[in-house]
Structure formats: C-alpha cells, structure tokens
C-alpha cells in the first residue's frame, strides 16, 4: 500500500512517528497528481512549489519540537469558489477566472492555522451552481471508478481529489447537496454541517441562506479531523453561530447507546435504481444489527423541496451575481458602445448557460407581481419542511436513507436536460432548506461498480451524534476501502 492510500489517522501517526517527513509525504501526494490529473482533471490549480514549502515548514518546526496544529503536514485541496490570498479563485467561470483575491477565507486561515499544507483549488460546476462539475468553464472532471461519469457537482473536483487519492481530504461546498451527491458518486465521505457551524466568510456566494461549507474525506475519522478545524465562530459572517466545537476527532469512535434510526418511506418510491434501493436497505439493517431501533418517520412537505429550493437559490443566486457587472472586478468585454452595453456584454461572455438559467429564474421570482407567488410562497413552505425534521428529531436520532436516486450518470448524459439533472439532488436539498447536517458515506456498489452513499441526517448542531452513527456503520463494513484502479 502507497503512502496516498493510508486514512487520515495513519498519516498523522506516521508524521507524528518520523515515518516519513511531511515533505515526503506531500511529494507522494504531488507525484500522484502528476500521474493521474490529466485522466481525472480535479484541479484548476495545482500548487506544488508553495505546498512542499508549507510541508517543509512544517518538518522544522517538529524537528525543533515546537507544537504543531492538528493537521499538521496532512495536504488539503479547496474546491475553488473558497477564497484564497495570492491565489486564483476563479469559481470554474470566465467571470472570475483571472481573479486572485487580496484576503484568505475564514476556513483557509483556519487550515493554515492547523498546519494543513494547501496543495491547489479543485474544480467545481460554474459558481456551484450544477449536480455534474459539467457547468465548469474551465475544465472538466471525471469520476475516477469511471471516466466517462460525472463526478457530481458542484464541488465534483474535491469529491475526485480524494476518490482518486491525490489528496487524503479537501474541502467543499454545500447548497443543495453539492458535498453529499459527489461524494456519493465518487465513493467517499461528505458531510455538510449545520448551518452557521462554519463561517462562510470568503466562501463567493451563490445562494447564502444555503450555502455551507464541509469536509470530504476516504473515511469519517477524517472528516471529523476536518471538521474540527473548519467550525468555529466567524465575527465577520453574521450567519456563524457563536457555541462551542465539539472534539469530533475525539468521539467519533464511540459507538451511540440506544441509536434511533429513523426511515422515510417516500425515499424508496418511483425514481430510485432498485441497486440503490437495496443497497439502503441493507445498510439499515447493519444498524438494527447492532441494536438500532428502526423507525418510520414522516417528511410530507419534502416532496416540495426541488420546486422551493430552486425558487430560492435562483432568486438569492441572481441578488449575489448582480456585483459581476465589468466595473469593480472580473471579466468586462473588450467591445461594448456605452455602459449599459458593456454591462449586458460582460455578463453575456463572462457567465455559462445554467448560470444565465438561473439569475433569469431568480429574477422573475423576485419581480414585482410575481414574489409572492413565488418566492414568498417557497420561504413559507422551506418553514414547513424545518417543522417536519423537527417533528421528525423528537423520535429519532438520525434519519438514513439514500444520497442519490442513481449511481453516477454518463458524462453528457442529463447536460441538456435541466429538471433530470436538478432532480439528482432530490434526496440533499430539504437538508440546505431545514439548515440541518447531513453526511453521506460508501454503502455499497452497483452492478457495473460504481459507488452508492448512504445518506444521514441530524438535528441542528448535532454534527457529533452524525458522526459517531456513521461511523458506527463504517465501522461494520468495507466500502469506504475501496480504490479506483487506474
């Protein structure tokens, strides 16, 4: 077994052993990269020379014994809509994609802090708006257990960069299941907090009553090492929750006494691959194997969540993206007659077609005559959907069920079908609605041996209960092993 292939865990300890030195073991990462990034495109940026620095900060200050962050010397990419000094952000659009922002986002500071060595920006859907990574601008990322599927999207890069071990973690966004989906797809462990547990200060909004910022990882062990260092008060985000942080990395192995599973019966109606639906099935039942009381639950306003989610990220999406006008900062045309000309024309070349989807979408929801049918009407219904998990969490401790409704789809496949291709995240998106923590971990394969995740959901600010329940199952099975073979 390669260094790249060992979990989080084992890296630590064996940086913490001397086994190898955090440049070696970042030169591995490195070399992987440059043998398998030009198949698997999950980078927009590679940062090779400033992360072997990083690394080899990082070996003198342990030499000396001083003390060290928690990551420290463990590489990390960031999907690259994630503000980072000196480095270009370009969030997979032509918009941004010479821009290279003056500050760090809050969560870089946080890893920089940690002593994470930050080895590049991985790729994402254009402003993460997409469920493919087909949205990106400036590339396009393939899902490593099959080249010719789509990762997910929006934060597909990440999802690749570890199912591919170029990096043991990355970080990544999460609107309507953009951490959940790929990870699902690619076979390793997302997870979106609650909203508010991580500050999204320097995240480039698309939608900010849903956007948050989570972990992926090849396991939950590493995700929870993660996590730990991403949440944390933000005075700068007004969103972020000021409450303490939980060791996750501490008792995540610690198995829940008395686990509530509860099971929503609607997820395994008409829409879902029968591969998937077994495969959930079976994952539930290692739960009741280990003592786990199953029980049924109710979601009934979920079955809204596609048509409320897509009112209220399009209206919030096409308020965010109206600074992108050609004057302060990114792309502005070369030829345009007056202002409102080049307005028009900067915004005509520098955004994709499903961005341009959306802010027209956005902005009829939100034009007068038409916000309270619409817009108005999804908040108030979003109000519904937070009731039902809250009805819900007074009988259960986590609710399980399936990611996706399919293993990943061809590339190309849904591209020129837009509702197919929104309804990949029909399982994730109440989750963003409700603000609520979700994690999907590998459960499984299909037939043709693509992944298959296994979605948990929790209370707000229950992010140490979902762990500690994911890793109960982790713990049980295998799938979370497995490597795509190049």
Excluded at 13 to 40: H, K, W
Excluded at 147 to 170: K, Y
Excluded at 463 to 476: D, G, I, P, V
Aim: aromatic share 8%.
């Amino acid at each position: 077994m390669s260094i790249s292939e060992l979990t989080t865990a084992e890296l630590q300890s064996g940086l913490q052993a001397g086994t190898f030195s955090a440049v070696e073991l970042t030169q591995s990462y490195l070399d992987a990269i440059s043998r398998r990034e030009e198949s698997v495109g999950a980078f927009l940026t590679v940062c090779g020379e400033s992360a072997l620095s990083q690394a080899a900060a990082v070996d003198a200050r342990r030499q000396s014994g001083e003390q060290l962050g928690t990551l420290a010397g463990i590489p990390v990419a960031l999907k690259d809509n994630i503000c980072t000094a000196g480095t270009k952000t370009t969030c997979a659009s032509r918009m941004l994609e010479n821009f290279v922002p003056p500050y760090d986002a809050h969560i870089v500071t946080r890893l920089k802090a940690a002593d994470a060595v930050l080895v590049g920006k991985t790729n994402l859907d254009e402003y993460a708006m997409g469920s493919s990574t087909e949205n990106s601008a400036l590339g396009k990322t393939r899902n490593p257990w099959d080249l010719q599927r789509t990762p997910g999207g929006s934060s597909g890069g990440s999802a690749a960069s570890v199912a591919a071990r170029l990096t043991p973690l990355s970080v990544g966004s999460d609107t309507g299941g953009s951490i959940r989906q790929p990870a699902s797809f690619c076979g390793v462990v997302g997870m979106k907090p609650t909203y508010g547990r991580v500050s999204r200060y320097g995240l480039v909004a698309f939608a900010s009553s849903l956007d948050q910022i989570g972990p992926f990882a090849t396991d939950v062990t590493g995700a929870a090492s993660l996590l730990e260092v991403l949440a944390g008060h933000d005075e700068r985000d007004s969103t972020s929750v000021n409450r303490p942080v939980p060791e996750y990395s501490r008792s995540v192995e610690q198995p829940l006494e008395g686990l509530r599973v509860g099971v929503v019966q609607e997820h395994f109606a008409e829409g879902i691959d029968e591969e998937v639906a077994s495969s959930i099935r079976a994952a539930i039942e290692v739960y009741r194997s280990l003592g786990a009381e199953i029980v049924d639950v109710a979601l009934p306003h979920s079955k809204y969540g596609v048509a409320v989610y897509y009112l209220i990220a399009s209206s919030e999406a096409s308020s965010n993206l109206a600074r992108y006008d050609g004057v302060h900062y990114g792309h502005r045309a070369s030829e345009f007659e007056n202002m409102v000309d080049m307005y028009a024309a900067s915004r005509a070349e520098g955004f994709g077609d499903e961005v341009k989807r959306r802010i027209m979408l956005g902005v009829y929801a939100l034009s007068e005559g038409y916000s309270d049918q619409y817009y108005l009407k999804a908040l108030k219904v979003r109000r519904l959907i937070r009731n039902d998990f809250d009805a819900a969490f007074k009988n259960v401790d986590v609710i399980a069920g399936p990611t996706c409704p399919t293993p990943a789809f061809k590339i190309g496949e849904l591209v020129d079908d837009p509702l197919q291709m929104y309804l990949a995240d029909v399982y994730t998106i109440s989750a963003n609605l409700a603000g609520i923590p979700g994690i999907s971990v590998p459960a499984g394969f299909s037939p043709a041996g693509l992944p298959i995740g296994l979605q948990l959901l929790a209370a707000p600010f229950e992010e140490e209960k979902l762990l500690r329940a994911a890793r109960m199952f982790e713990r049980e099975t295998d799938f979370h092993t497995k490597v795509p073979q190049f």
